[in-house]
């Protein structure tokens, strides 16, 4: 079965820091490209980043660049984000996404950005 299962999330003040991990089971997570993606309160999914499958791609969305690190480890089977300089606009809840057809997300974390 496949399982992708979030965990890192919590409540930060704004300038504050979390590390996201997605550990993954159920397929060979080296051979597939992943994404984090995230949802907002009363909005859709926004794609926020993403790494090819060995690791030496990486891409993200302008709002977090500079910000947001994208990694993985491919013997652990875990896909990590690294999040600094947080804001308000960041709250959300964070999922990692195998990138395939159809895509395939885990149950979700929830990131708060507040004072």
């Known amino acids: 079965e496949v399982q992708l299962v979030e965990s890192g999330g919590g409540l930060v003040q704004p300038g504050g820091s979390l590390r996201l991990s997605c550990a993954a089971s159920?397929?060979?997570?080296?051979?597939?490209?992943m994404n984090w993606v995230r949802q907002a309160p009363g909005n859709g999914l926004e794609w926020v980043s993403g790494?090819?499958?060995?690791?030496?791609?990486?891409s993200y969305t302008d709002s977090v660049k500079g910000r947001f690190t994208i990694s993985r480890d491919n013997v652990k089977n875990t896909l990590y984000l690294q999040m600094n300089s947080l804001k308000p606009e960041d709250t959300a809840v964070y999922y990692c996404e195998r990138v395939d057809r159809p895509a395939v997300r885990g149950q979700g974390t929830q990131v708060t950005v507040s004072s």
């Open positions: 159920g397929f060979p997570f080296r051979r597939y490209a």
């Open positions: 790494i090819s499958s060995a690791g030496g791609v990486t």
